[in-house]
């Protein structure tokens, strides 16, 4: 994943992270899911790892799990994990 500056594309920062979710922003984090189960929350700025917690998936193979979603509003990050076809939402705490 790359993070690129708008105003004159120079690249900011970079992640080798192999991502399963599309990435969401929230104020300046960066959430994502990675093939390693993690949830991870970035510094939107720097690319610095903030928090992360793991998952145990169903799918060891990662097959389904390139199809997980999320979403994040306010303190609530909802999660659809496509390995178990579940819906969950956790509040995050700062």
């Known amino acids: 994943m790359y993070a690129i500056n708008a105003k004159n594309g120079a690249l900011k ?3 080798q992270q ?11 984090s960066l ?8 949830l991870i929350k970035s510094d939107l700025q720097t690319g610095e ?3 992360s917690t793991s998952f145990t ?12 979603l ?4 306010g ?3 909802a999660i659809y994990f496509a390995d178990n076809s579940q819906l969950t ?5 700062k």
Do not use: C, R
């Not at 999320?70 to 509003?73: H, Q």
């Not at 939402?89 to 705490?93: A, F, G, L, S």
């Open 89 to 93: 939402v956790y509040k995050i705490t």
């Open 49 to 51: 790892l903030v928090a």
């Open 31 to 38: 959430f994502f899911l990675t093939s390693g189960k993690e």
């Open 13 to 15: 920062w970079v992640s």
């Open 75 to 77: 303190d609530l990050i």
């Open 57 to 68: 998936h169903q799918d060891d193979d990662n097959t389904n799990n390139l199809y997980n």
């Open 70 to 73: 999320m979403a994040v509003s």
């Open 18 to 28: 192999q991502l399963t979710s599309n990435p969401v922003i929230d104020n300046n």
